[in-house]
């Protein structure tokens, strides 16, 4: 089968700073994987590798199939690639629906705005009653939903999330979780960079470990537990994980 | 009874006569705010984006003979929209995700540059009377009377209707298209929209395309008003539109029509009452005499001082900024000890040889131009300071050097006092305005500052120079504001020779001054406040007090350089050195060559007395050729390259912003010390693997 995302060998960085090594990350349609590891070990540099926001330095991205190392990043959207970034996720200075409007109107077209927004909102309500609010004075926890909003309403092939969890109260973060797997069984593939490895684990088949920039372990999730969870707790003692 | 219609009847003539002025605001306001909505610059370029429509315009009209549909098609949707898409391709898509006032700083550069690049293209030369006319048949002759009371010209009527027009266009366009969403999208982050599958670039060239085609017409549309067609006064009305635009806080095209409208209606009440109730309470005379000019001045620095909601439009950060490296560290922070005392032995020497060269071969001219080079360095370290060092962009320096100027002035006319203690009093002055200046705004946003400052000095420009104890008033428009050379003990600075001889100490002492600060803790305080003001604020620096300082010691330098340059010349000279538009001129050699660096600000001093003579007028063939003959016959170049050159150099401020120089001797840098390794290795017995710190980089 010809895997929705695939990295082959992939060093990428930032001006002179080198971020990662020789990292090869593939994900077949439907599957979902956890990428995990310590804080500033490149999970994000993946995900924005994976996702057209930098290009690599070698090696090369290929998305269903197509090469798209050095795309541009609207390309990728187009190809079904979906992406959670760190952090603020929405427009700040629009308003929640102009939010919604701006993404349906490029994915759905002029007439497919309407029924769509409908759809975000009643599946939204919280969203709806706050439609003409700038998105700039939502609660993180709002941010968040609106940008799921997004992604629920036109299931893309792939969700790259990038620390979904950061700074939501435990309830929330569920709410989220239970709709990234509600976006699984619709067939969408999944890409999650998290530091909450509970969320994580019980979600994805498989799980990639990162460290200093490459990849040092892959594997089904079952056999990545024990592993990861004692990884964290090393790391956190300050010693070197076994290899 | 009586009294009371003819009250009405001044109010409702005052009232329409402010309103084709107020729609000429309008238009201008409307079209700055459609750029800084679509793509986020605060463009101050727009003035002369108009100035080039406007000059296309009337050099096909009346040079090239042609009517007005071709004319105005060329100029307004041809010549405008391809100079934005060009603007946009080549400059501002690279600046999308550079802060704002990088942007500015790149606007301010093309403000300088492109109507001096449209002139030497076209070989258009504004001629002084040479009234333009308008886009209609009899515009500036038939009048209509709709309301009775005042007549309407159709010049005036054409513009009041197409700032309604454009105004509800483009209030569609943001409503029902998605275009308008897509565009502001953009403005806060390119990224973020391209992750939507929506292609950035193309938005932005639309919106710049758009906001072009609008400062065109904007420029044809106003043209007529002038007198002679000159780029200062489309930058001047720039700066009044931001005014109106303030009103709209910068975001609301109806507001911005509103403010424009309001504005004009306002001085025009101004104009109409002041001098009859000045009649009746003398007290009011200065008033009237001073402030009717300065009143979109004041009204925009009231806006940003006072109202909150001005300075709350502070833009989002682009969220995915994070995708950028971070920007490099000062050359001469990275390089090694040993390459640290070559340079400055380089330096002495250099500099040792120029100044003997100078001192015994140089003629008079010659003489002028260097003094006065050494001169404006001085005067370009105020920029080092508040730019460089404080990352604000301060557009008022020409005011404070003026102060300094008219301070020597004053004191010798007045009081006989001697002059070099004159100049210290006037660098002082001028450091104390500065720091009263930087009071009101000491909490505001970047941009804001800029604007601020620029504010201040057209009201400088357009009140205090007006004043007697300032400028001299009367008098001096006879006798020009004279100043005597100084003479310390026995040494008589009015030999050229000797006075070089004081710029240089002053400079050599000023750049002292300057790398002390930077070196030490209000230079480490300011660098923490360039970075980020929140995180200072919490490591307990107080942003607002080093920043009154940055502005008090920039106020000091600038007036200290103004003093000098004053008494250089024997006169303050205010127009030819000192007014806002120069000063745009300064900020831009500054920033174009180093806003970091002693050296920038030398160069910069250099550059600005020195490159014309020698390069545009092509005087370094003379001295190769030995003979001033056999200089080529391309030269003298237009001096108006040196805008051009200079003006398009702040693009790459963004991009680099420690500067040319900057950016050069850290190229050169990184050479030497390749070579000293590569010499260093060929000696070693074993060679150390140049490839081995990439690991060690990778570790965080
Ligand atoms: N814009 C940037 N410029 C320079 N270095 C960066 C930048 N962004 C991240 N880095 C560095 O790249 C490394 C990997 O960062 P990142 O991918 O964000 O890690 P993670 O998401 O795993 O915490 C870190 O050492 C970080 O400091
Ligand atoms: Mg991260």
């Known amino acids: 089968m010809t895997p929705i995302l695939d990295l082959r060998s992939v060093s990428a960085g930032y001006g002179p700073f080198h971020a990662l090594f020789d990292v090869s990350l593939s994900v077949q349609p439907g599957e979902a994987v956890a990428l995990l590891g310590a804080n500033g070990v490149g999970k994000t540099t993946v995900a924005r590798v994976a996702t057209g926001l930098i290009a690599p330095s070698e090696g090369s991205v290929w998305v269903n199939g197509t090469e798209m190392t050095g795309a541009a990043t609207f390309r990728f959207a187009r190809a079904g690639v979906a992406h959670a970034p760190e952090g603020r996720s929405v427009f700040a200075t629009l308003s929640v629906e102009e939010n919604l409007r701006l993404s349906f109107r490029q994915s759905k077209g002029r007439r497919g705005v309407a029924p769509a927004l409908d759809q975000a909102f009643t599946q939204f309500p919280s969203l709806a009653r706050r439609r003409r609010m700038l998105a700039g004075d939502l609660s993180g926890g709002e941010q968040r939903m609106l940008s799921m909003a997004r992604v629920l309403v036109e299931a893309p092939r792939l969700l790259v999330a990038d620390e979904l969890s950061l700074g939501l109260a435990p309830i929330i973060v569920d709410e989220i979780y239970n709709d990234l797997a509600r976006l699984r069984s619709e067939g969408t593939a999944l890409l999650i960079v998290e530091q909450q490895i509970s969320h994580a684990l019980a979600l994805c088949d498989r799980v990639v470990l990162l460290e200093h920039g490459t990849v040092i372990w892959e594997g089904p999730t079952e056999d990545a537990e024990a592993r990861v969870v004692a990884k964290i707790f090393d790391h956190a003692a300050g010693e070197e994980p076994p290899a | ?700």
Not at chain 2, 590 to 606: D, M, P, Y
Not at chain 2, 686 to 693: C, F, Q, V
Request: aromatic letters at 10%; proline letters at 6%.
């Open chain 2, 1 to 700: 009874m009586v009294l009371a219609t003819a009250l009405g009847e001044d109010l409702s003539r005052a009232f329409l006569q402010g309103l084709p002025p107020g729609s000429v605001y309008a238009l201008i306001a409307i079209g700055f705010v459609l750029a800084y909505k679509t793509s986020g610059v605060f463009n101050l370029a727009f003035g002369a984006q108009a100035y080039v429509s406007a000059a296309l315009y009337f050099q096909a009209r009346l040079e090239w003979g042609w009517g007005i549909l071709p004319a105005l098609l060329v100029s307004v949707f041809i010549l405008a929209p391809v100079l934005g898409l060009i603007l946009e391709r080549l400059i501002f898509r690279h600046l999308r995700t550079s802060s704002s006032v990088a942007k500015l700083v790149v606007a301010i550069g093309l403000t300088v540059a492109i109507p001096s690049l449209f002139d030497v293209l076209v070989g258009f030369e504004p001629v002084a009377g040479q009234t333009p006319t308008g886009i209609i048949p009899g515009g500036a002759s038939v009048f209509y009377q709709p309301v009775g009371v005042y007549a309407f010209s159709r010049d005036e009527l054409m513009a009041m209707g197409v700032a309604v027009v454009v105004m509800l266009g483009l209030a569609a366009l943001f409503r029902f298209s998605g275009i308008g969403l897509q565009m502001r999208a953009v403005v806060e982050s390119p990224r973020m929209t391209e992750l939507n599958g929506i292609q950035a670039d193309r938005v932005s060239a639309f919106s710049w395309a758009l906001s072009s085609v609008f400062a065109g017409l904007a420029g044809v549309l106003i043209a007529p008003r002038f007198n002679t067609l000159a780029a200062p006064d489309f930058f001047n009305l720039v700066v009044v539109a931001i005014a109106a635009a303030a009103v709209g806080r910068l975001i609301s095209l109806p507001r911005a029509l509103a403010g424009g409208l309001g504005l004009g209606v306002f001085i025009a009440f101004a104009n109409t009452f002041l001098p009859e109730w000045a009649l009746s309470y003398p007290i009011l005379a200065p008033i009237q005499d001073n402030v009717a000019p300065a009143v979109p001045f004041l009204v925009l620095f009231a806006l940003l001082v006072l109202w909150p909601a001005v300075r709350a439009t502070k833009e989002q950060a682009d969220p995915l900024s994070g995708v950028d490296p971070p920007p490099p560290s000062l050359a001469s922070h990275e390089r090694s000890a040993g390459l640290t005392v070559a340079t400055r032995v380089f330096a002495v020497v250099f500099f040792l040889t120029v100044g003997l060269v100078v001192f015994t071969q140089a003629d008079v001219s010659w003489l002028f131009l260097v003094t006065q080079s050494v001169i404006l360095s001085t005067l370009f370290l105020s920029i080092t300071v508040i730019t460089g060092l404080a990352g604000q962009i301060s557009l008022c320096q020409g005011s404070f050097a003026a102060i300094g100027g008219f301070t020597v002035f004053q004191l010798s006319d007045r009081y006989g006092m001697s002059v070099l203690v004159a100049a210290l009093i006037g660098a002082a002055v001028a450091a104390a305005c500065a720091a009263l200046l930087s009071l009101p705004i000491r909490r505001l946003g970047g941009v804001w500052v800029a604007i601020a400052t620029l504010a201040f000095a057209f009201f400088f420009d357009a009140v205090m120079v007006k004043l007697p104890w300032v400028g001299g008033g009367g008098t001096s428009l006879l006798q020009g504001t004279r100043v005597p050379r100084p003479t310390i003990g026995p040494w008589d600075l009015g030999n050229d020779k000797a006075f070089l001889v004081l710029a240089l100490v002053v400079f050599v002492v000023a750049s002292l001054a300057v790398i002390q600060i930077r070196e030490g803790t209000t230079g480490r305080t300011l660098r923490a406040l360039r970075g980020s003001e929140l995180a200072s604020q919490s490591i307990g620096i107080s942003p607002a007090r080093s920043r009154v300082m940055a502005f008090a010691l920039s106020g000091f330098l600038a007036g200290l350089g103004g003093a000098m340059l004053t008494m250089h010349q024997e006169n303050v000279n205010y127009t030819l050195n000192f007014s806002p538009f120069a000063a745009l001129f300064w900020l831009v050699l500054v920033v174009s060559l180093g806003s970091r660096t002693v050296e920038g600000a030398a160069q910069a001093g250099a550059a600005y007395a020195l490159f014309e003579a020698i390069v545009l007028r092509g005087a370094v063939f003379g001295w190769i050729f030995r003979n001033t003959d056999r200089i080529p016959g391309i030269f003298p170049i237009s001096p108006k390259w040196r805008f051009i050159i200079f003006g398009l150099g702040t693009i790459q401020f963004a991009r680099h912003p420690e500067g040319l120089v900057e950016f050069n001797t850290r190229r050169a840098h990184r050479r030497a010390e390749a070579l000293m390794a590569r010499l260093g290795r060929s000696r070693a017995a074993s060679p150390p693997e140049p490839d081995a710190p990439v690991t060690e980089e990778s570790v965080p």
